[in-house]
């Protein structure tokens, strides 16, 4: 297969970047997006020009390293697919692909469609987390849980902070990731105690770092690699509401 | 080179707790005085940062990528033992360290696989504290399955993404320390050498990724926490950053490597598809439980798998080791798929593969309860396939997966370098010359949570804190050196990519010195390695910068590393004159296949010490002594 790809180049974050016209040729349909770019990477490199930047890490679709928009949509078009895992038998032959960062006012472009996620680490510090000190754990039957509680939190638990939803979202807002979060904490025992602190907190800091907020397009959730649900979102506004309530 | 391994007197069953006891400790109002050296966040490292942090030390944390919460510790997906024996089914601590030593071919520490053992127990509570989402039963308690080489239930889950869970586990630990200012995690930071001032280890010196600036770090103790080394095959499980620089660097600086020749292949990836491919996926070893392995019984057989009838296909586990079948330890499985293969009845293009079937397990349970288990893994399945594994068999080959070898470390997990400690894959301690399944999670949190906290206080109570700034002498040479590693790499301007190299190597690694190594093979790898590494000064070409961002320059740098580490795994291969474990010497086996240990000259480690570039590294040996688990050939007929 040959494709033409489009592809954004920035050196820099206060560089101007622009769109790059390559091609990909002789491309195998067993091949993944990645190891199309890596063949495109290594021509581009016989020709002197230095290869295009991106993240990429386990390429098996659960460090959330990879971060691709791909054709206007984030990981590209196939439903619960990170972008190392999309793989070139879903495109058609000679067709154009146009490669992007992530664009949100919070994730700044580093180089080319590398781009500054902290702002997510910024917000687990916040009160991402159940404060127990190792060694001080009770034996793990304790506390039985039941079994549809720990399905959800390990449903909302999968989520792999890619920031993809943040991309798709027109407001530019990590509601998903930062509910995805509360949401697994929230339904363990565990994380009862903190619960009302960590919602706030978490919220504060993510206004904070300049995500906008979630008018409820759903973008997050249709581009989401590990199909986290929006209802999480409402489940955090709800957590929100009584937190705030209680505090005053 | 000293190898004093420290083990403590006293009856196995109470070493640790009596060595606890007798471990200098700091006040806790002086910890915040030292600093600590973290690099790598995986298991390992997130663990052990986030719990020194909480005692009240300072500690700098350094990851290549741009998050602690992304090292490959993450891909993870089987389990974690541990013995609970929450299933009544006879699991103890003493079986889960017999299990160990026998499934490590007896080439470990009886006294550190018995404190794993004993310490897997508290790995569980603390992770339920801290909210890891494991599975259940409907009574609302801890859910358990089996895995390779074991014949009790002790294996806990989080679907199949237990090493994520555990992961984000440590890292929202972690994060809890950063917020209140005793931790600071370097992100997208590469440690690129150790420095050592009057044989003690003082500090590292690091890349910034993004800048390209090579700065100093000083500290009073380092610990490195950098993973395995399975990319020296190029194509291995492993995540793409995946590298052998941090400990290639401590060891010429000092420390002593041992057993680098102890690699896993592990039998259930995805077999490759193409001369593009950039990677291997793992299929978790889980599958197996419920999975049936077959290949056709005559050579040459290319029907579908459908098309051929039961009696013409060989179960050749459940055929060749009737108490174990399926699951049967990684090592002998991976041989054993290897062997049906070359005599030409593997599965799939080029014939490198296996059949793992679920039809009479779909039969058995459901459709809905294996979707319910192994659900994820057949999506991931078929989206690099493209083949749907309800209806056909998956495909599965051996891959590279796990490095066995890594740093010599003594009781106390410190390197032959005073100061320096190594936890998780990177060391050599636990699992001999193969580990089982669902051991790794284990072993990386015990030496996080549980072990280096107490041990780490006894060498700092006894140093007291260092007074060597960052602007030393050693630190400036050492930066020196970094930075003209760098310039060098990229004045050569050649005609070859770092990948080209990179594959190449990784060919040879894999043909001569993979799942089988004969002293012909490795006398071939010791040759060419050599004048690769000397193509590679010669005709490499890294486009681009120092001061930016700049992929090829770090590949370059990582690739040079394993083009030195890969001809001592290859000298390591040839000088242990036995197979055990993952090292099956062709030279060395039964009249079956099987491999025949030589426990008279090779029941020891092997500790390799460097000498200088330009003559060859010494060997010493540290003996290992077996009083609870007797020396036998291992069978899982």
Request: net charge neutral; hydrophobic share 40%; with cysteine.
């Amino acid at each position: 297969m040959d494709f033409t790809l489009h592809v954004w180049r920035q050196a820099g974050p206060d560089q101007p970047g622009h769109m790059e016209l390559y091609q990909a040729r002789d491309i195998s349909p067993d091949m993944s997006f990645l190891e199309m770019l890596d063949l495109v990477n290594e021509d581009l490199e016989k020709q002197g020009i230095e290869p295009i930047a991106f993240d990429h890490d386990c390429r098996e679709g659960i460090c959330g390293m990879c971060s691709l928009v791909i054709n206007g949509v984030a990981h590209g078009q196939q439903p619960a697919t990170t972008t190392c895992q999309l793989h070139m038998r879903h495109f058609r032959d000679k067709d154009s692909i146009y490669i992007e960062p992530w664009r949100a006012a919070a994730f700044p472009v580093v180089k080319d469609l590398v781009v500054d996620r902290s702002a997510f680490d910024r917000v687990i510090e916040a009160g991402g987390f159940i404060s127990v000190n190792t060694g001080s754990a009770q034996d793990g039957n304790c506390l039985p849980v039941p079994k549809d509680a720990a399905d959800t939190a390990m449903d909302a638990a999968a989520c792999i902070g890619c920031g993809a939803c943040v991309a798709a979202c027109p407001n530019g807002s990590s509601m998903l990731f930062v509910a995805a979060k509360v949401a697994h904490l929230a339904h363990l025992p565990q994380g009862q105690p903190e619960k009302r602190r960590r919602v706030l907190a978490m919220v504060e800091q993510m206004d904070r770092e300049g995500f906008g907020h979630c008018t409820n397009h759903y973008e997050c959730e249709a581009v989401c690699p590990k199909e986290i649900s929006r209802q999480f979102i409402a489940e955090m506004n709800r957590e929100y509401l009584k937190a705030g309530l209680q505090a005053h | 080179m000293q190898l004093d391994a420290r083990i403590p007197a006293g009856p196995i069953e109470a070493k640790w707790d009596r060595h606890k006891a007798e471990l200098k400790l700091v006040n806790p109002a002086n910890k915040r005085k030292y600093t600590i050296l973290m690099v790598g966040t995986g298991l390992a490292g997130g663990s052990a940062a986030a719990s020194l942090a909480e005692l009240g030390y300072n500690v700098e944390v350094f990851c290549f990528q741009d998050s602690a919460r992304r090292a490959h510790s993450i891909a993870a997906q089987g389990g974690i033992n541990a013995a609970k024996n929450y299933q009544n089914d006879g699991d103890s601590v003493r079986r889960l360290f017999h299990d160990t030593v026998k499934g490590g071919d007896f080439r470990a520490r009886e006294a550190n696989v018995y404190r794993l053992a004993q310490v897997s127990a508290s790995i569980i509570d603390q992770c339920v504290a801290q909210g890891v989402p494991f599975a259940r039963e409907y009574g609302g308690l801890l859910s358990n399955r089996s895995f390779g080489g074991a014949q009790v239930s002790r294996t806990f889950y989080a679907r199949g993404q237990t090493g994520q869970q555990l992961l984000l586990g440590c890292y929202q630990a972690l994060a809890r320390q950063v917020a209140a200012g005793r931790a600071r995690v370097h992100p997208r930071t590469e440690m690129l050498d150790l420095v050592v001032v009057d044989g003690r280890a003082r500090g590292i010196v690091t890349r910034d990724l993004v800048s390209g600036a090579i700065r100093s770090w000083a500290g009073d103790a380092v610990v490195l926490a950098t993973g395995g080394y399975s990319n020296v095959f190029f194509l291995s499980t492993n995540a793409k950053g995946c590298n052998v620089t941090a400990i290639w660097r401590a060891y010429k600086r000092g420390a002593g490597l041992a057993n680098p020749c102890f690699t896993q292949i592990h039998p259930t990836s995805i077999p490759q598809a193409g001369d593009y491919q950039s990677k291997l996926t793992l299929m978790s070893e889980s599958l197996r439980n419920d999975g049936r392995v077959w290949v056709p019984a005559r050579p040459g057989d290319t029907r579908k798998p459908a098309d051929i009838p039961e009696g013409e296909r060989d179960y050749f586990l459940e055929r060749m080791y009737p108490a174990y079948g399926n699951l049967c330890p990684r090592d002998i499985a991976s041989r054993a798929a290897k062997r049906v293969c070359d005599e030409d009845r593997g599965v799939g293009p080029g014939g490198r593969g296996v059949y793992l079937d679920f039809r009479d397990a779909i039969q058995r349970l459901g459709r809905a309860v294996i979707e319910e288990r192994y659900g994820n893994l057949f999506q991931m399945y078929e989206r690099i396939t493209g083949e749907e594994p309800y209806a056909t068999p998956m495909r599965i080959y051996p891959a590279p997966h796990y490095t066995m070898g890594g740093l010599w470390v003594d009781y106390n997990l410190m390197s032959t370098i005073p100061g320096l400690y190594v936890i998780g894959e990177a060391n050599f301690s636990d699992h001999g010359a193969n580990r089982l399944g669902a051991s790794a999670l284990m072993q990386g949190l015990a030496d996080g949570y549980f072990i280096l906290p107490y041990t780490i206080g006894d060498y700092l109570a006894g140093a007291g804190p260092s007074r060597i700034p960052a602007d030393h002498a050693a630190f400036q040479g050492a930066q020196a050196e970094v930075a003209g590693r760098q310039r060098r790499l990229l004045a050569i301007n050649g005609r070859r990519s770092v990948d080209s190299f990179h594959i190449e190597l990784g060919k040879l690694m894999w043909n001569k010195c993979g799942m089988t190594r004969s002293a012909a093979s490795l006398k071939e790898c010791l040759e060419r390695i050599p004048q690769l590494r000397a193509q590679f000064w010669e005709d490499l070409r890294v486009l681009g910068t120092g001061d930016t961002l700049n992929q090829s320059l770090e590949k370059a740098g990582r690739v040079a590393d394993f083009l030195e580490f890969a001809e001592l795994l290859a000298l390591d291969a040839l000088q242990r004159e036995e197979s055990c474990g993952g090292h099956f010497r062709e030279e060395h086996q039964t009249p079956e296949g099987e491999a025949r240990r030589d426990d008279q000259n090779h029941c020891h480690v092997s500790v390799w010490e460097h000498q200088g570039p330009d003559r060859p590294p010494q060997m010493h040996e540290e003996p290992l002594q077996f009083e609870h688990v007797p020396l036998a050939t291992r069978s899982y007929k």
